[in-house]
């Protein structure tokens, strides 16, 4: 099976009034098949959402390129261009400002499989929107159907955008901590819910998360990247990252993810590893070198703030940029 | 250690018109908040942990009608006033200078025209006319480090140059600015990683130490709960049915619905192929029910319990008090 997605090389920059531009993503290499999920996890403000915006063709990059089933995106014109922004969804992190306040949940959802699928015939559009509510676990739907989205909990603001690119069939959804304001359990209903569809259907995640144990179970034998002011620092199947992370900020998430103080935390088998210093990460201010030396408990004096560690494959498809990790340094 | 109460919410109804009748939001709802105490609530979506919330603070959205009620505040001078028989007047100064909100909508609470910097300024004026413009700055470059934001940075941009999780803190921030009694946090870590996450828990911890703040927070994260709460209240179609101090709450869960909400959490040292969650879909909130609204999602459900409503009764332990006819005991 071909390449759903490849990117190369991928950056960003922001420009700003009467200031310098800054660069928020930096050599981003990125390929998804079809059918496969990537999960993203990464310190708030590293790039997450700037980088889910760039593969749902939102935001035009700065270099490097980006091919969607072979082609490329930037380039692409007429019926390419509708049909990759049919293939292509996100679910915004906010849900709070990706609804349309005068549509009814109704249109919400009925006018993308309207206008993509052409269901004009008002019975069965309904009984698509019915179906679409009733898997997101909006029910009794004739409640919701008349809402408008200042009538919704936080909740139910992110299961009607889940609903609303469902409804469009897409081929790739960037899912931007898009079941946050969900309790645990509806929360879980609902990764099931995408995850029977991506066996039925063959779509493909790009999925956004801060919750690694959520990431692992949605990502199952799949791939998990993690990011760090921009960059990627690691990348790796699911299992193996999370049993064996390279990269010292991985490990500190996962130490603090497994938890070992807190009321609900059991006895595991997971690293204690902590970052030091008082540092705050800022793109105004990246370290030179390794961005995370000014926190990292295991830098290498002389080196790690002085060169850029190098993406290096250590195994089968696991990644990591540190110096930790590179041999021939 | 016994703090007076500071806030009491007695048996809330708030209602919705809908085209097929009154939405119950909140049902019957009695909840208290001590001097120095850290509330957390916490629910299904949709359940009504919004609104019982907002009705605190007078800012229900149209449309939403109290039906029954009182909400007590223990003024500083000692005396109890009514927030809901308040004069309009009366209740905002109140509001602005001893209850402060965060709400859901964080990531969209910023004037997207203005510099985060005038926001603050401006904010913090209105509830705090006394305080100086370099006061202000002072105080936010401070608060911004704690929540881990560049504060410069932060306060020379426009909302939408800041991720999710940016905004976010930086709302807190300001809440926090304000030093109000009591603090209302709607959903504040809903986009904030771990790491950061956990600074922000110490943070609030201290601050609560330091000014004998009161919180009263909403979240979908039980870890939160469990490192900021003192007290765990679950709402249920918009019904209190739990109320326990925190480790009470997680050893001794007694509701089934809580007890589903906590066995649904994933655990990153199990290996799970499938994760649980409570079957079935949430009840219909116009409909009257005659018995337990979790009646017909209850894996220890009896007759009795789709014929009569439970009423809270306590549990052992005296503080821990509980809406179950055949409740959990381990078994
Ligand atoms: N239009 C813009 N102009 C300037 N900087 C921007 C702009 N949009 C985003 N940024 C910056 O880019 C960085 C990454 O933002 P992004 O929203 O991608 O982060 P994120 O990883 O999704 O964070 P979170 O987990 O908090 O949502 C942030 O530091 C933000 O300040
Ligand atoms: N303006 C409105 N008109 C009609 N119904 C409403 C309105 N606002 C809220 N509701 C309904 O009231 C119920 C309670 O909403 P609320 O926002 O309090 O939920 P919540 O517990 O905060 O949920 P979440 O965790 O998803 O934010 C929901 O079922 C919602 O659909
Ligand atoms: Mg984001
Ligand atoms: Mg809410």
Redesign the interface.
């Known amino acids: 099976m071909g390449k759903l997605l490849k990117v190369n090389n991928l950056s960003i920059k922001f420009s700003q009034k009467r200031q310098d531009s800054v660069t928020i993503l930096r050599d981003i290499e990125i390929s998804l098949n079809p059918g496969k999920t990537l999960c993203v996890v990464g310190e708030s403000g590293c790039g997450k959402t700037t980088l889910g915006r760039v593969l749902a063709g939102l935001l035009p990059y700065s270099s490097g390129t980006y091919h969607f089933l072979e082609s490329e995106v930037s380039e692409m014109k007429g019926k390419d261009k509708i049909d990759f922004r049919k293939n292509v969804q996100l679910i915004h992190q906010n849900p709070y400002e990706s609804l349309n306040p005068t549509s009814m949940v109704f249109d919400i959802i009925a006018n993308p499989i309207r206008k993509h699928k052409g269901i004009k015939n008002t019975t069965k559009l309904y009984a698509e929107v019915t179906r679409l509510l009733e898997n997101v676990g909006l029910t009794p739907v004739t409640d919701f159907v008349d809402k408008y989205p200042s009538h919704l909990s936080g909740g139910q603001r992110q299961r009607v955008s889940i609903a609303r690119v469902l409804a469009m069939d897409p081929k790739f959804i960037v899912v931007d901590e898009a079941t946050s304001m969900i309790d645990t359990s509806l929360r879980i209903s609902l990764l099931k819910t995408l995850k029977d569809i991506q066996e039925r259907t063959n779509i493909s995640y790009f999925f956004i998360t801060h919750d690694l144990a959520l990431g692992r179970y949605f990502a199952r034998d799949q791939e998990m990247m993690v990011m760090y002011l921009g960059k990627v620092i690691e990348k790796g199947n699911t299992e193996d990252f999370i049993h064996n992370p390279l990269h010292p900020y991985s490990k500190a998430i996962l130490s603090a993810a497994a938890g070992n103080s807190g009321l609900l935390d059991e006895p595991s088998e997971f690293e204690n590893y902590q970052l030091g210093g008082t540092e705050i990460p800022s793109f105004k201010n990246i370290p030179s070198g390794c961005p995370l030396h000014p926190r990292c408990p295991q830098k290498i004096e002389g080196l790690c703030e002085k060169l850029v560690p190098k993406l290096i494959e250590k195994s089968d498809g696991h990644s990591v940029a540190c110096h930790l990790h590179d041999e021939q340094k | 250690m016994k703090n007076e109460k500071l806030l009491d919410i007695q048996n809330l109804s708030v209602s919705?018109k809908?085209?097929?009748g009154f939405?119950k939001a909140v049902n019957n709802a009695s909840l208290t908040i001590h001097e120095n105490e850290s509330v957390a609530l916490?629910?299904?979506?949709?359940c009504g942990?919004?609104t019982l919330s907002t009705s605190i603070v007078d800012i229900l959205?149209l449309?939403a009608m109290i039906t029954d009620g009182k909400i007590l505040y223990k003024d500083v001078d000692e005396k109890v006033l009514n927030l809901l028989e308040l004069k309009k007047s009366k209740l905002r100064t109140l509001l602005w200078s001893k209850i402060a909100m965060m709400f859901?909508?964080s990531?969209?609470s910023f004037n997207p025209v203005k510099k985060i910097r005038m926001d603050f300024i401006d904010t913090v004026k209105a509830h705090k006319p006394r305080m100086s413009e370099r006061e202000i700055i002072k105080r936010s470059e401070e608060l911004l480090?704690m929540v881990?934001?560049?504060a410069?940075?932060v306060l020379n941009s426009y909302p939408h140059?800041?991720?999710?999780?940016?905004k976010q803190?930086a709302l807190l921030a300001l809440s926090l600015l304000l030093e109000p009694k009591l603090i209302i946090l709607?959903?504040p870590t809903?986009?904030?990683?771990?790491?950061?996450?956990?600074k922000i828990v110490v943070l609030l911890n201290e601050l609560k130490q330091q000014y004998g703040f009161s919180y009263l927070f909403i979240t979908?994260d039980?870890?939160i709960v469990?490192?900021l709460a003192d007290v765990v209240v679950t709402m249920y179609a918009g019904r209190i049915i739990e109320k326990s101090p925190?480790?009470e709450f997680?050893?001794n869960t007694k509701h089934p619905y809580s007890l589903?909400?906590?066995k649904?959490?994933?655990?990153?040292?199990l290996d799970?192929?499938e994760?649980?969650?409570?079957p079935g879909?949430?009840p219909?909130l116009?409909e009257d029910t005659i018995g337990c609204p979790f009646a017909p999602r209850c894996d220890r459900r009896l007759n009795r319990c789709s014929l009569e409503m439970p009423n809270m009764i306590p549990a052992d332990n005296p503080h821990h008090e509980y809406a179950c006819w055949n409740p959990n005991n381990g078994d």
Do not use: C, W, Y
Not at chain 2, 42 to 46: A, L, M, N, V, Y
Not at chain 2, 161 to 166: H, R, T
Not at chain 2, 190 to 198: H, V
Not at chain 2, 264 to 269: D, G, H, T, V
């Open positions: 919705f809908t085209k097929r939405l916490i629910g299904e979506s949709g942990k919004t959205p449309g859901q909508a990531q969209s480090k881990m934001l560049d410069n940075l140059e800041l991720s999710g999780g940016m803190r709607d959903e809903t986009a904030l990683d771990l790491l950061t996450q956990e979908h039980l870890s469990s490192e925190v480790k997680f050893k589903g909400l906590i649904a959490i994933p655990k990153l040292s799970h192929t994760l649980f969650s409570i879909s949430p219909d116009v």
